[in-house]
T-cell receptor, first 112, second 114 residues
Framework: AQSVTQPDIHITVSEGASLELRCNYS??????LFWYVQSPGQGLQLLLK??????LVQGIKGFEAEFKRSQSSFNLRKPSVHWSDAAEYFC??????????FGPGTRLSVLP | KAGVTQTPRYLIKTRGQQVTLSCSPI?????VSWYQQTPGQGLQFLFE???????NKGNFPGRFSGRQFSNSRSEMNVSTLELGDSALYLC?????????????FGPGTRLTVT
């Protein structure tokens, strides 16, 4: 069965600092991987996705993620965080013919 | 192009009642999925509809049901509400069925069961 873990429940960074949110997945084959962001009172917005090919994927709002098969990881990064990035971030996995499985989420706080 | 809309946005029901939530997908999208989001369980998949047929179903009791109409609008129904059904219910639409199709989420319906 698919599963996703996000080890960090809550992360606080200063504005302008770099960010890395961790995501580990469990799936028998190469999965489809996603990162979503949810602002308070809002639905989820797709930041980026990985299906195949280049293991470093670029997304919206300056985010990128790297797929590492050997570590079953798909960590999200941003070189310089803005106050508007404060939100909850969800990593998700979906296998072929399978449903989406979301991680528990990481809440990001940004200090001015 | 208008996004996914969900109605109502907020709902308060009493235990034992039933509730129907509505989702209008992005124009042209034929797939609609429903999710339940709670602080304790996180985001959990409920079901997916494509062209009026249920394609996938999550691990929820039969009290949770849904349907999709010919215009791709979808409804989900929860009967005999329990306190634990209090949650944010999210709907997502996509242009096709399958993992490679991007899902666009609505703002959700916040259901409170008292």
């Amino acid at each position: 069965a698919q599963s996703v873990t996000q080890p960090d429940i809550h992360i606080t960074v200063s504005e302008g600092a770099s960010l890395e949110l961790r995501c580990n997945y469990s799936y028998g084959a190469t999965p489809y991987l996603f990162w979503y962001v949810q602002s308070p009172g809002q639905g989820l917005q797709l930041l980026l996705k990985y299906f195949s090919g280049d293991t470093l994927v670029q997304g919206i709002k300056g985010f990128e993620a790297e797929f590492k098969r050997s570590q079953s990881s798909f960590n999200l990064r941003k070189p310089s965080v803005h106050w508007s990035d404060a939100a909850e971030y969800f990593c998700a996995v979906r296998g072929y013919g399978q449903n989406f499985v979301f991680g528990p989420g990481t809440r990001l706080s940004v200090l001015p | 192009k208008a996004g996914v809309t969900q109605t109502p946005r907020y709902l308060i029901k009493t235990r034992g009642q039933q509730v129907t939530l509505s989702c209008s997908p992005i124009s042209g999208h034929r797939s609609v999925s429903w999710y339940q989001q709670t602080p304790g369980q996180g985001l959990q998949f409920l079901f997916e509809y494509f062209s009026e047929t249920q394609r996938n179903k999550g691990n929820f009791p039969g009290r949770f049901s849904g349907r999709q109409f010919s215009n791709s609008r979808s409804e989900m129904n929860v009967s005999t509400l329990e306190l634990g059904d209090s949650a944010l219910y999210l709907c997502a639409s996509s242009s096709g069925q399958g993992a490679t199709y991007e899902q666009y989420f609505g703002p959700g319906t916040r259901l409170t069961v008292t």
